[in-house]
């Protein structure tokens, strides 16, 4: 063959080649296009390559554990079809206002099969809009306030872990539309290590197709808790100030305003909204219209648990107006706003409590022993999911609630520490951790003690030990008053009897108070049907009218003022229950205390 034709075989050989080889480069990238410009087509494929994954893995942070999650780029057709399909299910105006909704029939039953895995109703959620209307549950005079136009801005952080998706997106949703856009700086969602196929990739892309930038997801590589990750979405915060939320909110129109125009006055001070119930049932967003003039600040239970508590009359007459800022003994933690700067300086978190629990009662103290303050503010109200249990597990099933705790009271409480551990003897030896770093904050921050805490602060809260006739257990022949564990969520119990413990333990701890009161925490001995057979002695929130709740102690005896009847033990050996008769000089009647200054 000559070879001048062999040459030009081998020339056109290898440009068809390279032809052919453009071609299929040019359709792939095509091809590619198209998928990333066509997103509505649902014949996509997902698109991530060995690239891409590698990519991501060189943006983690690995200092913090944190992932942000606008560096992954998913481009799935699926998530596209799920995302509508959700939307597909939302019924127009279903909820506005917040009205309750209850659905009926076949959807009934499925959404309380529901309940006990979501801890509310995921069904009638997934039905009701992102974005619905609320009631203006605010008083009449919010509306007169005037605010700054220079205040602070805010990053909303938002911790979650396994948050079912309707509640988590129409949290964002209200946040994004009730707040004003140059206040807004940014909110903060922080996957705390959840699981749910949904709130991965899927989150991912609604979070790129659905909300603005200024949405921003972290993504935490291990599981951290509550407190650990509200430290890291705190670390990536950029805004003036820090509102931290549940996942399961909603807000009411100029929510924002009053927190940061109090911040701006005054930076010292933690803040907190006037949470209103949205029924985990109904969805209802749920205030009285007795709300707007009267509301509940935070207090707390020598078991350290927190509480709701009417404000005082003293803060009532000092703060003048009802949507003046109401200093507010505790915080439930949830929800509060504080100063970015200054949430570092009067010490952040205890970095050591693990998960959740005692934090907030922690954060309470510490505030207001070193020099700030803790303040309800009237006019911002936040709509909160009160769920019956939390749907998700806790790392180590550990007793968390109480671990930290006792950290907060070998910190922060002092000698009061004693009446804490009355009610959680099993904590008194725990290991609980190193204090040395928190009690060296303590010191740093020249803080008050707890005694001065309760005298000017707390005032009203009613301290076992102090100011009573008697205190401690009250014995009976062999066997001592007992709360027969009752009273933690009870609005009323029957007073009981047991066997004497050797120390004395919050169940059998009573006082006799200067006014009269057979009380146990804020549970008052009262006597409410004296005709009936047996008297039964209930246990009802104190009043602090006397009458039937009024008793006197002579010759041993327990004596109700109203009825004159006398405490009797008489029945107890067979029911476990105390009685009251008419007085006699049996020994049944016949009581001793512990501890009395008589």
């Known amino acids: 063959m000559h070879p001048k034709r062999t040459c030009h075989r081998i020339f056109y050989s290898r440009w068809l080649v390279s032809l052919f080889i453009c071609l299929s480069v040019t359709l792939i990238i095509w091809s590619t296009k198209r998928l990333e410009n066509n997103l509505s087509d649902e014949e996509l494929e997902v698109l991530i390559t060995n690239q891409r994954v590698q990519k991501l893995k060189r943006e983690q942070q690995e200092e913090v554990g944190v992932v942000f999650a606008k560096n992954i780029l998913f481009h799935n057709a699926d998530y596209e079809a799920e995302i509508r399909k959700d939307e597909a299910k939302k019924v127009p105006h279903l909820g506005d206002n ?277 303040e309800t503010i009237p006019c911002s109200r936040v709509g909160h999911i009160f769920r019956s249990f939390h749907p998700y597990t806790f790392p180590g099933g550990k007793d968390t609630h109480g671990i930290n705790t006792a950290r907060m009271v070998e ?30 904050l303590r010191k740093g921050l020249n803080c008050k003690p707890f005694k001065w805490y309760l005298q000017n602060v707390y005032p009203d809260i009613f301290i076992p030990t102090e100011n009573v006739a008697a205190f401690g257990q009250v014995r009976s022949e062999r066997r001592c008053l007992d709360n027969l564990q009752k009273g933690s969520s009870e609005e009323q119990y029957e007073l009981g009897m047991y066997n004497c413990h050797p120390k004395a333990t919050s169940s059998q701890f009573f006082s006799l108070t200067l006014t009269g009161e057979l009380r146990r925490e804020n549970f008052c001995a009262e006597i409410q049907n004296p005709l009936a057979r047996p008297v039964r002695v209930i246990m009802f929130r104190c009043h602090g009218q006397k009458g039937n709740q009024e008793w006197s102690m002579k010759d041993g005896q327990l004596i109700n003022v109203q009825t004159t009847l006398c405490l009797d033990a008489s029945d107890s050996e067979q029911s476990d229950k105390v009685a009251a008769a008419s007085c006699s000089r049996s020994a049944w009647q016949l009581w001793r205390w512990s501890n009395s200054t008589e």
Not at 189 to 210: A, F, M
Not at 331 to 336: E, K, Q, T, W
Not at 412 to 438: A, H, V
């Open 411 to 440: 910190v922060w409480m002092d000698e009061y520490k004693s009446l804490f551990y009355m009610n959680r003897p099993d904590l008194r030896e725990r290991d609980i951790g190193d204090l040395t770093e928190r009690k060296a």
């Open 98 to 374: 917040g009205v309750a909704v209850v659905l009926q029939g076949e959807e009934a039953k499925q959404a309380e099969t529901l309940m006990k895995v979501e801890a509310f109703n995921i069904l009638l959620s997934d039905k009701i809009p992102y974005l619905r209307t609320l009631p203006d549950a605010r008083n009449p005079k919010c509306k007169e306030l005037k605010y700054d136009l220079d205040l602070p801005s805010a990053s909303v952080v938002i911790i979650f872990t396994n948050e079912a998706w309707s509640s988590l997106i129409r949290t964002v949703h209200s946040v994004l539309n009730s707040s004003p856009a140059h206040l807004l700086k940014e909110i903060l969602l922080v996957d705390d290590c959840s699981d749910r196929v949904d709130l991965q990739g899927r989150l991912n892309y609604y979070l790129k197709t659905r909300l603005p930038p200024k949405v921003r997801l972290i993504r935490l590589t291990e599981r951290a808790g509550l407190i650990r990750a509200r430290l890291a979405g705190a670390r990536a915060a950029v805004g003036d100030v820090l509102i931290f939320l549940d996942a399961h909110c909603e807000v009411v129109q100029t929510w924002l305003e009053p927190l940061l125009q109090r911040i701006k006055e005054k930076r010292s001070a933690v803040l907190v909204p006037i949470i209103d119930v949205i029924d985990d049932k109904t969805l209802e967003y749920m205030y009285s219209k007795s709300s707007l003039d009267f509301f509940q600040v935070g207090g707390f239970t020598w078991s350290g648990h927190f509480t709701w508590v009417a404000v005082p009359e003293a803060e009532q007459a000092r703060r003048g107006s009802p949507v003046a800022p109401t200093r507010s003994p505790t915080m439930a933690g949830g929800l509060f706003a504080i100063e970015r700067d200054y949430f570092w300086e009067i010490g952040s978190y205890d970095s050591q409590m693990d998960v959740w629990g005692g934090e907030n009662l922690e954060m309470s103290f510490r505030v207001w022993q070193c020099g700030g303050s803790l």
